[in-house]
């Protein structure tokens, strides 16, 4: 916001009068824009990023803005340019949120409690920018930064589901279980899934023909014990689908194999 030129506003030809008051314009205008070079210079930062600088920006401008006291036409000047740099903000802002929570996902530690404090910042961020919405800012828009995020990290989660379904052995039952909780937890959540929830059923499917084919194994070769772990599998695999898909079947077509 540093950069933005307001100057024009003011008109040529003022007088000394006017010119103080410009000055007073000014100086009121750049309270203003200081939170947001702050935001811009923390979203700049390739390592110890801190959300909570840019969470500051947007909590301080809507009553930065609505209280500002300076020169008419010097804030209608300055609407359009600040608007656009509370989106560019945001933007950057759901970027680093996202960026965090790919990383949070990989890890495979913790991530029901990562994630949540993720989206938690976005729910924030979202809900700070709707308070500008009944400020005068030209083309300004809220960035819907939980729906985004929320997107995302079910995204990963799925992501790691498909990548552990790749593997032709050594399949990790417990990895499959911990994505796809994280995976349905968020995924049910969304206004807009998108085709979420179709590539999440591609991978339901996935799981339901390898543990049938698995119980099939275990039948033949007369492995009660495996039958047994495998049937414990299908319902906690059931359990963990159910937000998105209330009818999941797996340990229903897992019983019907036992008895064939």
Not at 75 to 102: D, F, N, Q, R
Not at 117 to 140: C, M, R, Y
Not at 177 to 205: I, M, R, Y
Not at 215 to 222: D, F, I, L, T, V
Request: hydrophobic share 40%; net charge negative; charged share 25%.
């Amino acid at each position: 916001a540093e950069d933005l030129d307001l100057s024009a506003a003011a008109g040529e030809g003022a007088d000394a009068a006017a010119g103080s008051s410009l000055k007073q314009s000014l100086t009121a205008l750049r309270a203003t824009y200081e939170p947001l070079a702050a935001a811009r210079t923390e979203l700049a930062k390739a390592a110890g990023f801190d959300p909570r600088v840019v969470l500051k920006t947007l909590k301080l401008l809507p009553g930065l803005w609505s209280s500002l006291s300076c020169a008419p036409e010097l804030k209608t000047a300055a609407a359009a340019p600040v608007g656009s740099a509370v989106k560019e903000i945001a933007e950057g802002l759901k970027g680093k949120l996202m960026e965090a929570s790919t990383k949070a996902v990989d890890s495979g530690v913790e991530v029901p409690k990562k994630t949540q404090a993720l989206v938690d910042l976005a729910t924030d961020g979202t809900k700070q920018q709707e308070l500008l919405l009944s400020t005068p800012l030209e083309g300004f828009e809220v960035v819907n930064l939980t729906e985004a995020v929320t997107a995302h990290v079910g995204a990963e989660a799925l992501r790691h589901l498909q990548q552990e379904l790749d593997k032709d052995t050594g399949l990790d039952p417990g990895k499959v279980l911990k994505n796809t909780e994280v995976c349905t937890h968020w995924g049910a959540k969304l206004e807009n899934p998108g085709s979420l929830p179709t590539d999440f059923q591609s991978a339901v499917d996935r799981v339901h023909t390898r543990m049938i084919q698995s119980m099939a194994e275990a039948k033949e070769a007369a492995n009660e014990k495996k039958q047994m772990m495998l049937l414990d599998f299908a319902t906690k695999f059931d359990a963990a689908s159910k937000p998105m898909i209330p009818a999941p079947g797996l340990r229903a077509a897992m019983e019907a194999k036992q008895k064939e």
